[in-house]
């Protein structure tokens, strides 16, 4: 019996709301829907079924790696496309699934995920969300899992273009319950018994400052940084923390307000030796040159923000605010500009 082309694998819990919308967005594409549920108490399931997906309970054990595998576990499918109940995939290039044949080399693809429900508008930026049903491609970290491969050889990675995935995210009320009771104690569990990795530090970090505990969330800067210090001073980069450049930026931020300008240097310095493309850092790197009455230095920052933007040459790895590439740049460059006018 020929194997299907492309099982949809999720995990899902009290989804009911809007889990419709996004197995509807995938329905008329994917061959199998395969959804895991983790202990829904509303109506989730009776949406599942009702799109006609394959149902499978998984008991919750505060590992979202371990429900991810178990889902890729029951797909059928010779490709997998893993989406989040909060997401809809928008099909731009409806014979995808023929490149998808075409391209046997290929075990991987990024798709472009965009932030749809937010206040910023955050760029677009590249997510690994369709891979090869091979069993040496799992995930792995219980929180803000990654794809991995179990082989030493690196997979082939490509970006498929004509699918975005559009992210509405949850409502405030909704996500704050999350971070609450699942998402903190989820990770200070793990910081307790084995430690957290510089991602996982971060992310504690965020859900922190989300909740307006700002003592814990300066805790977890500080010792991110004091674990980020070395390699700036070795100019080492950090291969397993793909946030390293927000990262750095955000750190940068903090000290500039502080004056400490040795430290924001390096962190210009190696932050763009790193990642020249992304902008939030080259306008970093302004902001700096610009505290220390430099308007003619910052303005070539600023104006490279602007310029990837209207070239469409910004890391797209990583998602940011786009107003570093538009509002933000364009109003420091205009503050440089008058700095260096005749008076």
């Not at 989730?44 to 889902?71: H, I, M, P, Q």
């Not at 001073?233 to 000290?255: M, V």
């Not at 430290?263 to 992304?278: D, S």
């Not at 790197?285 to 104006?303: E, I, T």
Request: proline share 7%; hydrophobic share 40%; net charge negative.
């Amino acid at each position: 019996m020929k194997s299907p082309l492309l099982s949809l694998c999720m995990i899902v819990k009290n989804e009911a709301h809007q889990l419709g919308r996004c197995l509807a967005s995938v329905q008329p594409y994917a061959d199998e829907l395969i959804i895991v549920d983790t202990g829904s108490t509303d109506d989730t399931l009776k949406v599942a079924v009702e799109f006609g997906a394959k149902v499978f309970e998984f008991a919750w054990c505060n590992d979202f790696s371990a429900a991810r595998n178990y889902s890729l576990d029951q797909a059928n499918g010779i490709w997998i496309l893993v989406l989040d109940a909060d997401e809809v995939l928008r099909v731009e290039t409806p014979d995808f699934r023929a490149r998808l044949q075409a391209h046997p080399k290929i075990e991987v693809y990024t798709l472009t995920r965009q932030e749809v429900a937010t206040q910023s508008q955050f760029s677009p930026f590249r997510i690994i969300r369709l891979f090869r049903n091979q069993p040496y491609l799992r995930y792995a970290e219980p929180f803000h899992e990654q794809l991995v491969s179990l082989r030493p050889e690196i997979p082939q990675v490509d970006h498929l273009p004509g699918l975005v995935i559009d992210h509405y995210g949850y409502g405030p009320d909704m996500m704050m319950s999350k971070i609450k009771s699942r998402n903190i104690p989820i990770l200070e569990a793990i910081r307790a018994s084995t430690g957290l990795s510089l991602t996982l530090l971060f992310a504690l970090s965020d859900l922190y400052e989300a909740t307006d505990q700002p003592a814990a969330a300066q805790a977890c800067q500080e010792e991110l940084f004091e674990r980020i210090l070395p390699h700036l001073l070795d100019n080492a980069p950090i291969t397993n923390f793909p946030a390293l450049p927000e990262a750095l930026y955000r750190l940068g931020r903090k000290l500039l307000e502080l004056e400490d300008w040795e430290t924001v240097r390096l962190i210009g310095q190696r932050g763009l030796a790193w990642y020249p493309h992304y902008p939030p850092l080259n306008y970093l790197a302004g902001l700096f040159l610009n505290s220390l009455q430099f308007p003619l230095g910052a303005s070539a920052y600023f104006q490279n923000c602007l310029d990837l933007g209207q070239t469409q040459t910004y890391d797209q790895s990583f998602p940011f605010n786009q107003a570093y590439m538009g509002q933000f740049a364009a109003n420091m460059l205009s503050q440089c500009h008058l700095e260096l006018s005749p008076k």
